[in-house]
């Protein structure tokens, strides 16, 4: 089984992904809630990300 995560590197949390879905929308966005198990559940816009398997990594940069 394949592990899909978000880890937020800096801190010890770690958002573990149970569902990620694609929908169609003209507008960028990627959204992110809790469900009731405790995991997250990603949706995206995908026009925007045609191949979510391409994906190995989300990089959060910070510039101060």
Do not use: C
């Amino acid at each position: 089984m394949t592990r899909r995560a978000l880890e937020l590197v800096g801190t010890d949390i770690t958002l573990e992904l149970s569902k990620v879905t694609a929908v169609r929308t003209k507008q960028r966005m990627i959204h992110l809630d809790e469900l009731a198990d405790g995991t997250w559940r990603m949706i995206y816009n995908g026009e925007h990300i045609p191949d979510f398997t391409k994906i190995s990594e989300i990089k959060i940069i910070r510039e101060d």
